[in-house]
């Protein structure tokens, strides 16, 4: 089993979906498609990892909803216990940061302040997240302490990122004056 499946089955203990909500569920902690879900949930059902059942809709097309079976809370369970594989890191904001000289210095404002805006808004995702989980129900071994320790922590990254993302457009912006001024504009 891979990492995503194992995703699948800590979303599916806490609550049955189906597959088209668990790639939206899943989306905050691992980047997944239709094409890579769909196959391994059929492949832990075969498995008996989990069960499903049909619920039939009336204007839409029916929609198959997953549950995670006790074989398969057996099996996250064991997953806790194994090594934690290094994190893979793919960062297009890097990258392109890394080839900066080769863009316009306004080409290269614009690259941080779409990418400012986007960690504002989440930042306001994970406040309003935190704003939802009580604070009598933070306690560990609770559902609710996994909730407030991620979005702790996805709040506290979208907050450094957003104050580099601000550094670096302060030094954007300043070298941007001084070529202008330099220039006589």
Known sequence: MNTLSYGLLGLLARRESSGYDLMLRIQPFWQAKHSQIYPL??????????????VQQTDKPDKKIYAI???????????MYQPIAPA???????????CLWLTEIGI????????????LEKKRYFEQILAGIPEDTREIGSKAFSNYILATKGLMMAETELKWCDWVLGLLKEHQRAAAAKHGE
């Open 41 to 54: 949930l059929a492949s832990m059902e075969e498995k008996q990892l989990l069960s499903s059942h049909w």
């Open 69 to 79: 079976t006790e074989k398969g809370m057996q099996k996250l369970r064991e997953w």
């Open 88 to 98: 893979v890191t793919k960062d297009e904001l890097s990258l392109r940061t890394f």
């Open 108 to 119: 290269a404002i614009d690259i941080y302040e779409d990418r400012r805006s986007s960690y």
